[in-house]
């Protein structure tokens, strides 16, 4: 056995205060936009909402800031979508697609300027994201990929394919100066495995503490936006109502505002009052993604995540990525590994229990995979929430059937770079439409 049952609780959490910042809503209040959820999506939309603006904004917490899937994730951000381009192109317009990706690509530069405006200066590592292919079949569906990137205009990765191999890939001319060959001890070295993979491809990531981020975020608006921002942590959302005004209610109080953001990915959404099936009750998917972490004392760990895609289980791909980064726990360098999803049962309980199943699900991958045995006195198990939508492309923008209805949610897996570019694309759009 490489792992056992250990602590519940995520590294982020551990790093993050856990003093209140907002009083619960006992109230009737008065603003000009209430934000459902304070997770990085939430406080990052808050953020722009308040930049060079007049605007009051609200925000409603259902426990504390950056408690939910901001501080129960895998500390990644991804440049990226898990959905193909080829895939994605069954229901949205390739340069819709590039457009997305294009967008999120940028995200590293967001964050890294908003740590900075926010006197977070330790708060964005940046690094490197290793994905290993195993088959002819994942690097001609990569090859692909790459094709329909280009023809679009979105963002390329190089591929590296093991010399041996290569003779056997008829590779698109337009990609060649793209495509490079290696060795297999060059591809074992560089995604950290005992196992062969024949194909590597590496993309620009970031690592991060997202609920500290969102903490902090939020400590910046109160103190610099004493009257134009609002927190209420305690304080979940049981329904919005749009009559002549939105409002947002709690059990003790509600908001009146002119629109509602939503933003709490894969936590179930508020109730929308008079409206049978808005956009984001036809479309979002509920998981739960299972997390082990413990700490190294490698000082040569790669600064990289490496993701390994297992032929027969596309749904469900186990991860592991290590970095140089020390998080905590004396210092050391913190080795994360996870990846199984399942949808989510209303009876698991996000913040104490671990899936059954899932420990050898793991601890599987880990005995065949991993060079170095877990100990057990340094490790954190944890789970977090994530939301999916049918059609893999992110809820980001206005629902078009409920006026006053706005999202910025269903990070469909790939971490806290898209939320930060959804929360500036949402307030840039709400500020443009309550100008009219």
């Known amino acids: 056995m490489y792992i056992m049952p250990c602590e519940i609780i995520s590294p982020w959490i551990k790093e993050m205060e856990d003093r209140p910042m907002g009083e619960p809503l006992v109230d009737d209040e008065r603003t000009d936009i209430v934000i459902v959820g304070a997770g990085i999506a939430g406080t990052s939309t808050a953020y722009y909402l308040l930049q060079e603006s007049d605007l009051r904004v609200s925000l409603l917490e259902r426990t504390k800031v950056g408690y939910g899937a901001s501080g129960r994730n895998g500390g990644q951000g991804i440049a990226s979508v898990e959905r193909s381009f080829k895939d994605l192109m069954g229901t949205h317009p390739g340069a819709e697609i590039a457009s997305m990706l294009n967008d999120i690509d940028q995200g590293h530069r967001m964050v890294d300027e908003i740590c900075r405006h926010i006197g977070l200066e330790d708060g964005l590592f940046k690094t490197t994201i290793w994905t290993g292919l195993s088959s002819l079949l994942e690097i001609q569906r990569q ?83 004493p009257d134009r921002f609002v927190l209420h942590e305690e304080s979940p959302v049981t329904s919005i109502s749009f009559t002549d005004a939105v409002k947002a209610r709690s059990q003790e109080g509600s908001v009146t505002a002119d629109a509602a953001v939503i933003c709490t990915n894969g936590y179930p959404p508020p109730e929308i009052e008079s409206y049978e099936v808005p956009l984001i009750s036809r479309s979002l998917r509920r998981y739960v993604a299972s997390m082990v972490a413990h ?40 080795v994360t590994v996870g990846g199984p999803q399942q949808p989510i049962s209303e009876e698991l309980d996000h913040g104490a229990e671990y899936p059954s199943g899932i420990y050898a699900r793991i601890d599987g991958f880990l005995s065949r995979s991993y060079p170095r045995k877990l100990r057990e006195e340094e490790m ?42 959804g929360g500036w694309r949402v307030a840039a759009e709400l500020k443009e439409a309550l100008s009219r």
């Open 295 to 334: 700490t190294s004392e490698e000082n040569n760990a790669p600064g990289a995540f490496t993701y390994f895609h297992e032929e027969g289980d596309p749904e469900q791909e186990p991860y592991f990525y290590l970095t140089r980064r020390s998080f905590l726990l004396n210092g050391k360098d913190l």
């Open 380 to 421: 954190m198990c944890w789970n977090g929430p994530m939301g999916y939508t049918q059609d893999g492309m992110r809820l980001v923008g206005q629902d078009p059937q409920v006026p006053g209805l706005w999202y910025n949610t269903a990070c469909n897996g790939i971490g806290f770079l898209p939320s930060i570019v």
């Open 143 to 225: 090859l692909e990929e790459m094709r329909l990137r280009a023809q679009y205009g979105a963002p390329i990765h190089p591929l590296m394919i093991d010399k041996e191999t290569i003779p056997l890939v008829e590779i698109d001319p337009g990609l060649a100066d793209m495509v490079s060959t290696t060795t297999t001890s060059k591809l074992k070295e560089v995604l950290c495995t005992r196992d062969r993979y024949i194909a590597a491809y590496p993309a620009p990531a970031s690592l991060a503490n997202s609920g500290r981020i969102s903490q902090t975020i939020a400590r910046h608006l109160l103190d610099n936006y």
